[in-house]
């Protein structure tokens, strides 16, 4: 769903990388579209929509005999004047556990020099894994949709924290502990290469 940049961008740019975008679109292998034919189709962005919307281009796809589909979306739309796009961020923390359920694999893509802080935080905590550049990081700021979505669970929410900082600790010394271990290992193999038997 490209935004920022314009379909025919888009498909250059796949065209660059090989791929054939006349035969993947005639066969219904790629399909690139605008805001305007998802985000925004009625004019105003609704989140019931937008789940509507993906659980029709699953059907689609499923029908056009894939099994599923892989998307990405430009959310500069969400910056946008348009009605309803104060639920943007209650959309996100839906698509945590709508998507596992479905056959969809997607990327949000959100460009950092158009966002306000404030709004990226939020994105962080609705989103299991973040793409920093070319790396993928799991990320410790993501929150189950039941906390991101209501304010007033703060006990919940505060306990969910606790856990995270245990099983990160819990994590780290078990990284330590199994570093240790290799350390170990490798002298010895290095003492008995040395000094064998």
């Known amino acids: 769903i490209a935004d920022d940049v314009s379909t025919s961008e888009v498909n250059r740019f ?10 993947e679109s005639s066969r219904g292998a790629l399909v690139v579209g605008t805001k305007r034919d998802a985000y925004l189709k009625s004019g105003s962005f609704s989140p019931e929509a937008m789940m509507g ?9 499923k029908s056009d005999g894939f099994t599923g589909i892989r998307a990405t979306g430009e959310a500069t739309f969400a910056l946008g004047p348009e009605p309803g796009l104060d639920r943007f961020i209650e959309y996100e923390a839906r698509l945590a556990d709508f998507f596992p359920s479905q056959p969809i694999i997607a990327l949000c893509q959100y460009n950092a020099t158009r966002f306000e802080p404030a709004v990226l935080i939020d994105i962080l905590r609705t989103h299991p894994t973040a793409i920093l550049g ?3 990081c799991p990320n410790l700021y993501f929150e189950p949709t039941c906390l991101a979505r209501n304010p007033s669970l703060a006990r919940e929410k505060l306990d ?3 856990a995270q900082l245990e099983r990160a600790r819990t994590a780290e010394e078990s990284l330590a502990t199994e570093i240790q271990m290799h350390r170990e290992f490798l002298c010895l193999a290095a003492h008995e290469l040395r000094t064998p038997l």
């Not at 796949?14 to 035969?23: K, S």
């Not at 919307?53 to 796809?61: D, I, K, L, N, R």
């Open 160 to 162: 969910w924290m606790i």
């Open 14 to 23: 796949l065209e660059a990388g090989e791929i054939d975008v006349a035969q």
């Open 53 to 61: 919307y993906w659980g029709e281009t699953v059907a689609q796809a």
């Open 134 to 136: 070319d790396r993928i």
